[in-house]
């Protein structure tokens, strides 16, 4: 059996600057542009093209996205449900995905992109962090997506941007 492959990040760094524009529209600074850019070479140096993308509607989710530059090879499901859920949420909409998925990107916010990262390696000390732009990079042996589960994965890699400079 071919494990299914997950990997969840955090969107880049977003920018504060803007008091009055509300949580959800918060854009990217040149910072987590550069951060998101540098982990979707990573991404595809690595051969880590996923079937399909869940991504969290707010802006800077988004423009993490756009800026990994995945092509138009995954399928991408941007959900307003994925705006600040936690870490059981997620799971609960990863164990919707279609069986023929073999592979899957979730991009969301912490913190329950990081609870839901150790949750599923099993490991509270496998990823002290998640920070701006990291990616947990999983494998579970199962063979439906409805079989995820806590400490049902193993932690392949854990990506940040500094790791890659």
């Not at 947990?136 to 193993?154: E, F, K, M, N, Q």
Request: charged share 20%.
């Amino acid at each position: 059996m071919e494990p299914r492959h997950l990997a969840l990040m955090r969107h880049a760094k977003s920018s504060w600057d803007d008091p009055n524009l509300d949580d959800h529209d918060r854009p990217l600074t040149a910072r987590g542009r550069r951060a998101a850019s540098r982990v979707g070479d990573y991404l595809r140096h690595n051969g880590i093209l996923p079937d399909v993308v869940l991504c969290s509607s707010a802006t800077r989710t988004r423009q993490t996205l756009e800026l990994l530059d995945l092509g138009a090879h995954p399928e991408v499901v941007v959900s307003d449900d994925l705006y600040g859920c936690g870490a059981g949420e997620m799971l609960a909409r990863l164990r919707q995905t279609a069986d023929p998925v073999a592979s899957v990107l979730l991009i969301g916010h912490n913190p329950g992109i990081h609870e839901l990262a150790v949750s599923l390696a099993g490991d509270p000390e496998a990823i002290p962090s998640f920070p701006t732009a990291g990616l947990a990079d999983l494998r579970a042996p199962i063979l439906t997506w409805s079989d995820l589960h806590p400490g049902g994965a193993t932690l392949h890699a854990f990506i940040t941007p500094k790791g890659l400079d």
